[in-house]
């Protein structure tokens, strides 16, 4: 089980005093990379006019752009609410950057009450995300969010 309460300590030490948005974006999808178990794939969109274009990962290569409201990501961005999918392949306009995931959680980036971009987790395992990890993957991405809060982002 993933210890989120020390993840974001971590995050938080890693990334409090830093000002550079990319140096600060790359540590956070690096520690979650490293810390959750049973993914193929983690990794930022930064919202640009009505597309989400790819920033810093962990994984294989991966869709560059991608429109607002499609795909799972897509969809988190348009509705601005977290989309934790147990089953990929029956997600209506699913984008298969890489045929291997099977289950994925997406969860917007509100930064100063605005929407910034979106963290995309997958995994290559089907229903991997459960209601604890949805919580605990929101709570990180906050406090992100809140220690990007009056910085430039990405």
Known sequence: MTDFDLLGAQLSALIKDETDAL???GNFVALLFNALHDINWLGIYVLRGDELVLGPFQGQP?????????GVCGTAAATEMTQRVADVHAFPGHIA???VSRSEIVVPLMIDGELRGVLDVDSPSLNRFSAADQEGIEGLCALYCELQSGKAFI
């Open 23 to 25: 140096a600060n974006a």
């Open 97 to 99: 950057c890489d045929p």
């Open 62 to 70: 991966a869709c560059v752009r991608i429109a607002v409201g499609d």
